[in-house]
């Protein structure tokens, strides 16, 4: 007896959906081949165009960037060597005022800082004590006055004698300046020539108004003006007070300081030399002066050079004197000189920023249009702002008026493409003083 399964319901609607599905697979495959053809044809395109934008890009190179640089040029010209010597300024004129006379002070006219001119008032000292020595030194004066011309007819000068004497006597003055006659001879001489000259009547007037005493009250009366004269306080030039003490109402006594006057107008730089520097050097030779405080350098010249050396420091002393316009310098200030010492005539010269040093040999890096081009060179003699080229080895040429890189070129290869930032002159801050040093070509 054969058995036949029956189908259950939900088994017969799994056997339909999957007829279905079945059925349906080809036109779903069919979408989807026709979707995948044309994302082919998209990947396609773009692939066609990465390449021909890579095939653009191999014609056309990227565009080399230019450095910027400064360049400054060679010149042709002289060389100074100087001498370095550190110093400080100080001022020449410089008084501490004191007191001439002693008393009260009436009045102080100015206080630290002024600026004061040349026999301006400073202070005043009470004058009444020496206005009544004066009009006592005045009495006197004319009562003496009177009693010569009470006994004027007693005497008379014999002006023969008297030009006798002035004769004799130079006579005598001259001897001794030629080594004739030692001073004790001379001292003999003359006083035997004046008794001479008394008794023939030539000091009558002089003998006679010492003996009235007409001289003496002469004297009195001068030196009593005199006082009166100090009590006024008086600047001796121009200048500016400092470390004034005084107050009015105080006493001071004679030789008392009041204040000190300091005058900067001119100032001077007291510098050291090495003794093995000191042969190059002399009086009216140029000199830079750098003051770090103002940032300035002045140009002068050697005014003073010591005639003595420092035993311990083994340096001698020079000083530059120099003009102090508006005031900017001051005593004290630290100083580097640059004294100048032998010139070097008609050299090559490149600023000296413009040298490299790579695999231990020299080199500058020369312009050329829009190009740096390197070149290996001999160095010479140099100072802080020239060096003096003597050959170029490789790389080209180098002439006066060319143009050389200084700055930026450390990392710079040969050929590099530049642009120029700035132009620096040929400033060379010797330039006012070379016509006037010794040639020192001989020495190299």
């Not at 001119?117 to 005045?138: C, F, T, V």
């Not at 001071?252 to 050097?281: I, K, P, S």
């Not at 060179?377 to 890189?405: C, M, P, R």
Request: glycine letters at 8%.
């Amino acid at each position: 007896m054969s058995r036949v399964r029956t189908l259950t319901i939900p088994a017969a609607a799994a056997v339909a959906a999957l007829l279905l599905l079945a059925l349906g697979m080809p036109v779903l495959v069919g979408g989807c081949r026709k979707g995948g053809d044309g994302a082919a044809a998209d990947s396609t395109a773009a692939a066609a165009a990465d390449t021909s934008a890579a095939a653009e890009a191999d014609e056309e190179p990227a565009k080399e960037k230019a450095i910027k640089v400064n360049v400054g040029a060679v010149r042709r010209g002289d060389l100074v060597l100087p001498v370095y010597a550190d110093g400080a300024i100080r001022t020449p004129r410089s008084v501490s005022v004191k007191t001439k006379v002693g008393g009260q002070l009436q009045d102080v006219k100015v206080r630290d800082g002024d600026r004061v001119r040349k026999n301006q008032l400073l202070a005043r000292i009470d004058p009444r004590e020496y206005e009544i020595a004066l009009e006592e030194g005045r009495y006197r004066h004319l009562a003496a006055l009177s009693q010569m011309a009470a006994e004027s007819d007693t005497f008379s000068t014999n002006p023969t004698a008297a030009g006798a004497f002035v004769t004799e006597r130079d006579k005598l003055a001259a001897a001794l300046e030629r080594g004739e006659l030692t001073r004790e001879e001379h001292q003999a001489q003359l006083l035997s020539l004046e008794k001479r000259a008394l008794q023939d009547g030539a000091f009558r007037e002089a003998v006679f108004q010492q003996r009235t005493g007409l001289a003496e009250a002469r004297l009195a009366e001068e030196r009593a003006r005199l006082n009166l004269e100090y009590t006024e306080i008086r600047a001796p030039f121009d200048g500016v007070v400092q470390g004034l003490t005084m107050v009015t109402g105080e006493i001071v006594g004679v030789g008392t300081q009041v204040c000190t006057v300091f005058n900067n107008d001119r100032l001077e730089a007291a510098v050291n030399v090495l003794e093995a520097d000191l042969g190059h050097l002399e009086t009216g030779r140029p000199v830079l002066l750098a003051v770090a405080a103002t940032n300035d350098t002045l140009r002068a010249k050697i005014d003073v050079i010591s005639p003595t050396l420092d035993g311990a420091s083994r340096t001698c002393e020079v000083l530059v004197r120099f003009t102090n316009p508006g005031g900017r310098l001051r005593p004290g200030m630290f100083v580097r000189a640059q004294i100048a010492g032998v010139v070097y005539r008609d050299r090559l010269l490149v600023p000296k920023d413009a040298i490299l040093v790579r695999d231990n040999r020299p080199l500058v890096f020369k312009r050329e249009d829009d190009r740096a081009r390197w070149l290996y060179v001999d160095t010479g003699l140099e100072n802080d702002q020239w060096v003096e080229i003597l050959a170029v080895h490789s790389g080209g040429s180098l002439e006066a008026e060319e143009e050389v890189i200084v700055s930026d070129h450390l990392t710079l290869a040969h050929e590099a493409k530049i642009s120029v930032r700035k132009r620096l002159p040929p400033d060379d801050r010797w330039d006012f003083a070379a016509d006037s040093l010794p040639d020192g070509s001989a020495e190299r």
